[in-house]
């Protein structure tokens, strides 16, 4: 795998240089956040310049070397809203080959799963301590026991009385002071505006990233995305996932993340989730990614997979490019991040967002 010398690896004081040159040569693609930026959000055009880089959040993977494990991170069971029991829930994500499960009761947290006659050591699976806290924006907790219980959730009928009257920002506060990472779920479903969105993502580093894809609702959750990364981006990226919401055993598989990893345990799951070093599908057989290669000099970025017709590159919002490859020095139209589509017949695979930024 080709690696880049470290002089060369954008630092984000860097990023901050390149968004400050940005911002003062009057390019219309500048991120921030701030009502006047989400005006900004529209197409315009963008002159090709030879001096941007890239920041590849995929740096750490070794393609060739790294096992690819599938992870569905919001799902749930008899413990809330779900048809199906925890072990049953459990063994269907076994035999169709996933390694990481998050099971993600609302305001439960259904883990360890030794407690629910599974132990995931002996089916070779993560399983990742997980919650759907859904008293506000329904937000994905993981890696902590934090909980509010105000309600009963009953299966396949919902919660009974009412969500406890909090914020958002303190349950980001209660999952950040247990040591959890945060992602916001089927935000399309909410109708919010963008800057509900940039003004959280600003202030709490732990709150990673979003649904794009949520199996059960096909909302328009990508949209959301793309428009938060164009005010967001360069500086602060915000992951993409992609998860069943599994409620039924028909939800099972149409959407899901794939870790490429050097080992399957939970230290380097984390990591990954917070660096962005995954991808995600929609579609049971969705494309799979097999390399992502950065060249900053040459300003070329390349795609290569399997079961993939055709590769869309986007930057805020707008498709740039058509093909494997994306010549980033000579197109038009690059703004705060750019991110690719492989769409097949199978599915449509996303990558996460590469920032933006200009060689120094
Ligand atoms: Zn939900
Ligand atoms: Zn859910």
Known sequence: MKRWPSKKRTSAATLLIALAVMVGSNLPFAGGTGPQVSAMVAEVYIAARNDLILVNPYQEVDWEEHAQYRANLHTHTRQSDGLHSAARVIDAYHRA???????????????????????????GMLAVQ?????????????????????????????????????????????????????????????????????????????LIGMEVANGKL????????????????????VWGFANDDLHIMWHLGRAFNV?????LCEAEIRSAMERGSFYFSYGSAAPVIRSILV????????????????????????????????????????????????????????TQPFAVGILQ
């Open 97 to 123: 080959g996933y390694h990481i499960l998050a099971l993600t009761d609302h305001d439960a947290v259904t883990w360890p799963w030794n407690e629910h006659g599974r132990d995931p050591e002996e089916l």
């Open 130 to 206: 997980g919650n759907e806290i859904s008293h506000a924006h329904h937000i994905g907790s993981y890696f902590c026991d934090y909980n509010i219980v105000s309600r009963r959730y009953l299966p396949v009928i919902g919660g009974i009385g009412s969500a406890a009257n909090v914020t958002e920002e303190e349950i980001l506060t209660g999952i950040a002071d247990s040591d959890g990472l945060a992602v916001f779920f089927h935000p399309g479903y909410h109708g919010n505006p963008p800057q509900f969105y940039t003004s959280l993502f600003s202030k709490f580093p732990h």
């Open 218 to 237: 096909r909302l328009q959750d990508h949209e959301i995305w793309d428009t938060v990364l164009t005010m967001l981006m360069p500086e602060r990226p």
């Open 259 to 263: 870790f490429p990893l050097p080992e």
């Open 295 to 350: 060249d900053n000099e040459g300003g070329i970025v390349a795609i290569d997979g399997d079961g993939w017709e055709e590769v869309s590159w986007i930057s805020n919002g707008f498709v740039i490019h058509q093909g494997a490859a994306l010549d980033f020095h000579n197109t038009a139209n690059i703004g705060a991040y750019i991110r690719a589509e492989m769409s097949g017949e199978g599915g449509i695979t996303y």
